[in-house]
Every structure is written in C-alpha cells, then in structure tokens.
C-alpha cells in the first residue's frame, strides 16, 4: 500500500518571505497526489492535485506543488506567505488501482508571523 | 450548499457508553469515509463505504461500527467507547473516479472520560 512521510511537523516562517512544505510518497503503481489545507476547527479543504500531464500544478491561495517521480516528491510552495496562510497541511495520495484508500501524511503545521 | 454536514460537533462521553456520529452529504457521492485525526498521525481511515448498503474496514477500524442505509448518510457507531477512542472525526465522501478529492465535514470532536 502507498504511505506518504511529511517531512517537517512545523515550520515556522515570517510574512512576506517564501515558503516550501515537504512531502514524499511511495508506491508500487502510479497515483494521483493531493494538498489539503486544515483551518483550526474545520475540516480539510482541497488545495491543489496531481493527476498527470504537467508536473508543476498551481492551487487556489497562490500556492503551488512540483511532482518530481524519480525522487517520488510533491513539495508545496509559496513565494510570499501572509499571516491568513497559518494553518495545517496535508499530503495525500492515492493508487490509480484503488479508490477506496487514501493516505494522508502526518501534516505540517505552518505558522506565519509578522 | 452544504457540502457534507456531520453532527454532533462536540461530544464527551463516559467509558463504555454508547454513541453514534451521523455525517450526510448533499454532492449525491458514491463514496464516503471516516477518519480520526489524532496530534501528529494525520487522518487515519476507520471505515469507508463504495456505495448504499456497503461498507468496509480501513486501517484502524476496531471499537467502531459503520452502516450507510442511504446513500446520503453514513453512520459512525461506537458501542462501548474508550478512552483510546478519543479523537476528532472526519467524515469525507467523494465522486465514483478515483482522481476526484474528497470533501470532508467540519469534524466531531469526541473526549472519553
């Protein structure tokens, strides 16, 4: 089964400067790759998803994610993070052979200061 | 456009009492799952359900009971709950194709006392 390592639990940046959010996935087939972004009291909302073509994907909030498969990465970016960006992020991936599960990474929890 | 509405949001309980935690999705889904977000392992899926009248073990479904007797409803049972179980839990569902991401409720967050 596909498994996905977050590789930061926190990461801590100031307004204005950019930001990167680490994730790896394995898996023995190909898969589609997902960002979700967890608000405090809310659930997971879609950033942006990896399906195929282009392997640089560009997601709501100005964030954006670069599928590398020889490194088997989806790292997510910002150029410049406002205070409104602090929050939970989530790594997900799933199988192209199963629908039925779909595995989050641990998250990373971004804190933007001022 | 409600999207998918879980209820209760809060809830504590005592060791051994009975609950259940009823997520329903407006999106006409095919899928529908439910998660537990616990500090620092992410979501984990307990069960999920491909359709009405199914449904099937995740990862950790031990302690938790499952029916989706419509499809726009899918009911989270804990018959004897335990402190292990609390957690916040996540209710998603997600159209037939598998490229398509889930859409998640705004989570009960349960305490075993």
Known sequence: AQSVTQLDSQVPVFEEAPVELRCNYSSSVSVYLFWYVQYPNQGLQLLLKYLSGSTLVKGINGFEAEFNKSQTSFHLRKPSVHISDTAEYFCAVSEFNNNNDMRFGAGTRLTVKP | ?113
């Open chain 2, 1 to 113: 456009n409600a999207g998918v509405t879980q209820t209760p949001k809060f809830r504590v309980l005592k060791t051994g009492q009975s609950m259940t935690l009823l997520c329903a999705q407006d999106m006409n889904h095919e899928y529908m799952y439910w998660y537990r977000q616990d500090p620092g392992m992410g979501l984990r899926l307990i069960h999920y359900s491909v359709g009405e009248g199914t449904t099937a073990k995740g990862e950790v479904p031990d302690g938790y009971n499952v029916s989706r007797l419509k499809k726009q409803n899918f009911l989270l049972g804990l018959e004897s709950a335990a402190p292990s179980q609390t957690s916040v839990y996540f209710c998603a569902s997600s159209p037939f194709f598998r490229d398509q991401p889930q859409h998640f409720g705004d989570g009960t967050r349960l305490s075993i006392l």
